[in-house]
């Protein structure tokens, strides 16, 4: 059971004097879009806490403050009589802890409860997508223009008002803006007042917020058009678009309202504010941020064009709309107490996103593709010894900013998947509600969770998440001794802690692992808890069934973690495999789990080729997103030897075409989401492993040109298959080709469009030419947010496409850096792990690591640290097939 010592874990964090604790906010801002400040007045009111006043903090009020400059500051009481201002004598700016010290003449008396601090200062709106910003975007006239808006999580109100910027210090807030007549103003309260200044300028005033945290404060200012509806509960959902671009923000309008009455249902809780905004900003670090009733987006991950959005695209704005608006209870209503829970929050919201997604389009089967997505980026990451664990400790908040990653979002929401699998649906839906209802508008520690499902469940949670929150990385599940027999099968397990290079590290590390088995007669009952290092578990067969006898550990995958089957267990499997009597979940996890385990060193390369022939006759995508994932993970691994390349890209040609010749090029309506998923990735396989086969060729040049003639003529070339078709082209064609989908990107009709661009371009086989594409990256005619979608593209394209991309960082550092020194550390690690990612050697490692000891990136260190790992695994994986058969002509032609 969680015991959450408090003082033990706040001992080494750096929070603010807590003598003083901001209760509201009243701040009144106006922005000067010209010329890009604004000022600011903030009034906070402070209950004064006496027992932690004393000598050295009673003449001083400390806040969080980043690039203000301060004017005046003063504070008068306000419980006494006497109301006399105090104004600071100094003030007192640390620009490394980002503060702001007032300090007064007058210490605040021992008896006083309540104060209000006035403030009065100016800002920046700058340009680097964090705090309040502004963003640059061409109107449909063409006309350049400028919007702004604010992106505060994780640390960024200090940059608009000081404040203390704490999940825990929740506050009232009333905001006033005072702007432009002609713009539409939002922020997360409706409008309470609005007062005409003169002809030019209003005054907005919203009414007061709920109690929460500064990083959910937003406000918005700009030009644009909106639709609205009203979700069944009554709650007022708008989507903003830019001007004339209304029809786009449908798709997202409807998953809200339906998304909203989901949660409201599921949490037994009503959504707390009159109404929901949703809003496209053009210039966006993140995918989306859950501002408490003003969800901001990037535009791609909003806007959906009616005709030519792609289905992953609607996929991908169903995931991110149900993601931020479980954040709406998950993360705003009840807060991580401290950023070292921030799983709490994204874990949570990665698991309702895919859980209200499915609610929402059951067809689009999302815990199928939760196995190769979340679950499959979770168990990658979490195999390294780079990796992190899912409960973090953070002593300076600015370490938060690493933690928005895969283990907080994919492990996190695996494990909370594991917790409904072991529980039970409405067990794990209780717990919620309880929870919910318990801390609303308070802050909450992983334990509180815990103890939730425990009371509903009646089971031992917290004794059994400690070990997969606490510690790192994941278990090995090994199948030591198998006894089949007719009536039953024995197996003896054992557990070890899984490294991805196959690291033995001695450790006594233990997991509580819920064993769930499947069989051909389907998944079993029983579910038993392996507490220990060893443990034996038999499986009955009914010795009447006539069902098949093999059987599957880790049933539906629900547990992150991976298993090496016994040889006589492997070899059952792949009948079911290829018979596909195994369900798509658990086939996709036998790839997974197998592919990973080889690369370990625990299951031998000949095995790993046997296995993948039994995917041969494969036709899910999700087994597919495995196989993709699988081919050309070895492809990258292989591509520094000459010969093994060459007889597994045969191999790979073969499984890809007889895909293709199942599935086919042609889209037809009455396609299933899923089938036309699954044609994207084929044609993108196309194009890794057949794009200089004749047929494919023609074929993609002929809907090329069909696209040349008309970019809307989308039965010819549907955006399903836009990226694949442009990366085939570009990969057989020359700079014509090349100008050819390069102008396309000034002429599209939106960012969907233009990252079909971005995302192929690189694929151009010239070396020239793509140095040009990384050079077009940095132009200026790229927006910050996207340089790595154009570097990842020749990045990955080829062996000589990742030397050219790793140059041309090494040579443009300083460049890049500068670029990206202030906006979010997550747009300077993607560049990263694009033009360096790539390699698969112990040597580049080193190179890597060198390069990154002379030229340090301290805010990008973990994610350094975790590629050249990845690395050096793939780089010890190589040996070992040089090694195996896989290096002799004759295995590939008995295969
Ligand atoms: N809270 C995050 C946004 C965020 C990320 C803020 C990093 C500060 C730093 C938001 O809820 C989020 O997780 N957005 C995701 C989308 C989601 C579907 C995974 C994103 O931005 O990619
Ligand atoms: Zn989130």
Known sequence: MGSGNHDDKTAGRVLLPAHVVPTRYDLALTPNIEAFTFTGTVDITFRIDGSLLNETNNKSITLHAKELLFSTASYHLLDGPDATPVTAEQMNVNLKATTVEFLFPEPIPPDASTLKLTVAYTGFLNDQMAGFYRSTYTDIQGQSKIMVSTQFEALDARRCFPCVDEPSRKAVFGVTLTVPAHLTCLSNMPEAKVTAINAQQKCVTFMDSVVMSTYLLAFVVGEFDFLQTRSAHGVLIKVYTPPGKAAAGQFALDAAARALDAYNDFFNLPYPLPKLDMV???????????????????????????????TMQKQRVAVVVTHELAHQWFGNLV????????????????WAENWATNVLYPEYRMWDQFTTGHLSTALRLDALQSSHPIQVPIAHAEEVEQVFDAISYCKGGSVVRMIKAVIGLSAFQDGLGAYMKKHAYGNTETYDLWNAWEASSGMPIGEMMKSWTEQMGFPLVRVRKEDFADDKVVLELDQTWFLSDGSDMQSDKVWTIPILTCTGAGAQADMTLMRDRTATVTIPFDPKDTAPRWIKLNAGQEVPMRVLPGVEMLRRMLVAIASKSMSAIDRAGVLNDSMAVVKAGHMSPEAMMTLLKSYKDEDEYVVWEGLSDALGGLDAVLSDDENMTGYFRVFAKTMVVNLMNKVGWEASDSDEHLTKLLRGIMINLLGAFAYDDESVQQEAKKRFEAFLEDANDIESLPSDMRTAVFKIVLKNGSAKEYEQVKAYFATASDNAERKHVLNSLGCIQDDALKLATMEWSLSGEIKLQDFFYLMGSVGRSSKQGREIAWKFFQENFERIRILLQKAHPALMDACIVMCAGGFCSEERADEIDTFFQAHPLPSSTRKIAQTTEHMRANGKFLRVLKASDLAKAEFWEKL
Do not use: C, H, Q
């Open 280 to 310: 496209a900003i053009p210039e966006f670090a993140a995918g989306a941020m859950e501002n408490w009733g003003l969800v901001t987006y990037r535009e791609v991950d909003l806007l959906i064009d009616p005709v030519k959005a792609s």
């Open 335 to 350: 807060t991580m107490a401290w950023w070292d829970d921030l799983w709490l929050n994204e874990g949570f919201a990665s």
